[in-house]
């Protein structure tokens, strides 16, 4: 399989990770499997995996392939069937203070306040002046301070989601789990949920794991994204997706030098095909890295082209790449 990926540029690390403020994540041969009525069945098989501190991972794949299996797994919600995954050096078992995690669902407690609810994620032991204060940071971090008294009720689903990310920052967390935390959100909203959890991300560095189903949602915020397989899918003749031409494209952001038509004005990169081979078996079908720093050009040619193989790899083959005029 053919992987696109560019030669010259490396994913970015956030700077203050070397600080020791976000945390590595490996995983090893891990495998899940379930039982059911008609025997086991297995969601994972053959992840391996490093997520390196600071670094932002999009999970990618069809329904049924388990992404946030994945995650779960990661935060010590639930444990794999074989393989180990490590939290900075130490196996997880059970649930780690040094991970926090937020859901589609902002799970707001309706007869509490925004700050009673952010309030709900700080460390054991953390109360009175020292609470109201962390509250009070993570409030204006996520822009709602105005709301610290207002009930879930009384607020839009965007000023929820910005609640509920506050709560799993609270206990400032090595890594960050997010199981489609935009998805519920109208179109608008989200592209200011995905700047606002880049700001988050400035301020407050640490590792995050993102699973999403849009793709272009991966690609503005990661450094890789990693597309997984439904190992019960029906089987796919990959071979028979026409290749496309090899396509020179320059590195993301608005440090590259790329206009919104994605004209250039600095030095190509090749994208060539990543040379290890993944086995056919295993979860894990492509493990993308996005070239350039944040923000983003979401008109950017290279980010049209990374798109459309990720789309490849997901089986819509109706999006065409064209040759830039």
Known sequence: MLVLMPTLVEPSVNQAAARGEAGRVQLTDVERTFPTK????????????????????????PSGCGKSTLLR????????TAGTIALDDRVVHGHDDATAIAFQEPRLLPWRTIAQNVALGLPRGTKGREAKARVAELLELVGRTHAADQR????SGGMAQRASLARALAR???VLLLDEPFGALDALTRLKMHDLLLDIHRAQPTTVILVTHDVEEALYLADRVL?????HAAPTDEDATP???????LALGSS??????????????????????RSTSGSIARLVPVPGTRPRDRGARAF??????LLDGLGVHKFTTKENA
Do not use: C, H, W, Y
Request: charged share 25%.
């Open 172 to 174: 400032s967390p090595r």
């Open 256 to 277: 590259s030098g790329i206009g919104a038509a994605g004209t250039s004005r600095t030095t190509e990169l090749t994208l060539e095909a990543e040379a290890p081979q």
């Open 152 to 155: 879930p009720r009384e607020v």
């Open 73 to 80: 797994l990661v935060g010590g919600l639930d444990a794999p």
């Open 227 to 231: 597309l997984l397989r439904n190992l």
């Open 38 to 61: 008609d025997g086991s069945r297995t969601v994972l098989r053959d992840v391996t995996l490093d997520v390196t501190p600071g670094e932002i991972l999009a999970i990618v794949g």
């Open 243 to 249: 290749e496309r031409p090899r396509a020179k494209v």
């Open 304 to 309: 049209t082209d990374l798109r459309t193989g």
